[in-house]
């Protein structure tokens, strides 16, 4: 499951470690993430997702900063609502996307990932 933020910062420690005791340590990830990063310690699988690092960097904006703004409570509530709606409706498209990567699923499952 494709996992970003403080998931996967608390996650590169442990990679980190793996691949420090000569773990082969192999990272699958969306091209577009907000923290998953290539890295000289890993091997990254990566896939395609229909949308763009700047919609999603949106899409949490819009989530985190209503959560902040001011005015109503009802009124924040949607702004946090419609942004909490837009970011997991890119996670899910993510996980999609993944699935549905004939290439990529055959070769997690031929290396028994």
Same mark, same amino acid.
């Given at each position: ?5 403080? #998931? ?5 420690? /442990?990679?980190? =470690?793996?691949?420090? &005791?000569? #773990?082969? /340590? /192999?990272?699958?990830?969306? @091209?577009?993430? =907000?923290?998953? %990063?290539?890295? %000289?310690? !890993? $091997?990254? &699988?990566?896939?395609? $997702?229909?949308?763009?690092? @700047?919609?999603? *960097?949106?899409? !949490?904006?819009?989530?985190? #900063?209503?959560? !902040? *703004?001011?005015?109503?409570? +009802?009124?924040? +509530?949607? %702004?946090?609502?419609?942004?909490? %709606? ?5 996670? /899910? ?18 290396? &028994? !990932?």
């Amino acid at each position: 499951v494709p996992v970003d933020g403080s #998931h996967w910062l608390s996650m590169r420690e /442990v990679l980190d =470690m793996l691949q420090q &005791k000569r #773990h082969e /340590v /192999v990272v699958v990830a969306p @091209e577009v993430s =907000m923290h998953i %990063k290539p890295s %000289k310690n !890993f $091997v990254m &699988k990566m896939y395609s $997702v229909p949308f763009t690092q @700047e919609e999603l *960097e949106k899409a !949490f904006q819009a989530f985190f #900063h209503g959560s !902040f *703004e001011e005015g109503s409570v +009802l009124k924040r +509530l949607f %702004k946090v609502y419609s942004g909490m %709606k837009t970011f997991i409706d890119c996670w /899910v498209t993510s996980c999609e996307q993944l699935l549905q990567n004939k290439e990529l699923m055959r070769y997690l499952e031929e290396s &028994k !990932f």
